[in-house]
């Protein structure tokens, strides 16, 4: 009997076993280099603990489209979260929002409660996709409800003026346990297909509003598809880049909605703070920059607002334009605005 291939099995694991030798001795790496840790987002602290922080913020919807162009729910809600805790509020309110969110978000935000209304979708899961989460360690909830922007606001599912979809308004009322004071707090996303649907709803939201006492502190936000200052200039773009401004000639006005609102006593919380110019685009349809530099972006503008009444007063407001490694949380930059009440 030939004894040649145990000797030759015999040598094959010496040998392995030297080599694992020698690769023990080998500095390891504590975790992939491709899985290094993301790139902090910069923190807002609040200027004061007794200050409001509120964060309106168009999510985008949870589409399967949107995972051929890296964009899909679960490939940036990390980066979502991320920007969403820098930002130290302890209000957020969301458009396009879907349950599938708001129980991601709950994992990192463990204590807040959110409320939100849905349309009737026979069939399928109802989604609160105006939702409001607030900090319970901060507010008490008080009250909650809701109207449908429409002729019939109390019906469900209601719309009017040829709108593309039922839109509908829901607030929370909050005790403050800090300062002990109530709290108002509305968000809504306005009709994209009809002008004259943003107008009404506006009249609808500024008769809501001023239903309640003139010393209740109130809050507005949304996604409004309605330009709220006059396009006074125009960028001018060369290879990629703003080389120069140029004013325009009979600018087109802000919208009649947004102006509805500012008759009704609503104060845009953002042209308090920056003046009436124009910031740029909110809607960026997932490039940022990039998107505002083209002649389709030139013609965009802030879309997102958040909005006050009441005795309050506004200590800052920002268009949020945080991203990494060229994503973007959403297609809309989020807008926050810090508040204190007034005595």
């Known amino acids: ?71 899909g729910w ?24 879907r349950l599938a969110q708001l129980a991601y978000f709950k994992r990192f935000f463990a204590d807040h409660e ?10 399928k899961t109802e989604e609160p ?30 719309r009017s003026w040829d709108t593309a979809a039922p839109r509908f308004v829901n607030w929370v009322r909050l005790r403050d346990r800090r300062a002990d004071r109530e709290l108002l707090v509305w968000n809504t996303h306005l009709d994209y297909h009809s002008r004259i649907a943003r ?7 500024a008769q809501a509003a001023q239903k309640f006492p003139a010393d209740l502190p109130q809050l507005l936000t949304g996604d ?46 953002y042209a308090e703070r920056h003046g009436d110019g124009e910031p740029g685009l909110t809607a960026h349809q997932f490039r940022g920059e990039e998107f505002a530099a083209t002649e389709q972006g030139q013609a965009r503008t802030k879309i997102d607002y958040i909005f006050r ?12 334009r945080d991203h990494r490694a060229g994503r973007y949380p959403s297609d809309h930059y989020f807008v926050s605005a810090e508040l204190a009440y007034r005595t």
């Open 224 to 269: 409004m598809n309605a330009r709220g200052t006059p396009m006074r200039t125009r960028r001018i773009i060369e290879n990629g880049k703003t080389v120069r401004t140029e004013p325009i000639e009979n600018p087109p006005p802000r919208s009649r909605a947004i102006q509805n609102l500012l008759d009704g006593g609503w104060i845009d919380t």
């Open 309 to 320: 009444r009441g005795p309050l007063e506004t200590l800052d407001a920002e268009i949020i």
């Open 199 to 205: 107008e009404n709803s506006c009249l609808l939201l």
């Open 74 to 97: 679960t490939q940036r809600r990390e980066l979502c979260r991320d920007i969403l805790l820098a930002q130290h509020a302890q209000l957020f309110c969301f458009q396009e929002c």
């Open 1 to 71: 009997m030939s004894h040649a291939a145990p000797a030759l099995a015999s040598r094959s694991r010496r040998r392995f076993l030297r080599q694992l030798g020698a690769l023990a001795g080998l500095p390891l790496l504590s975790r992939p280099a491709w899985a290094a840790d993301p790139a902090p987002i910069r923190p807002r602290p609040l200027r004061s603990p007794d200050s409001l922080k509120i964060v309106t913020a168009n999510l985008r919807e949870t589409k399967d489209e949107d995972y051929e162009t890296g964009n």
């Open 129 to 158: 996709s105006n939702a409001i989460l607030y900090s319970t360690a901060r507010f008490a909830r008080i009250d909650a409800g809701g109207f449908w922007l429409s002729e019939t606001p109390q019906v469900r599912s209601s």
């Open 114 to 123: 959110w409320f939100g209304l849905a349309n009737l979708r026979p069939g």
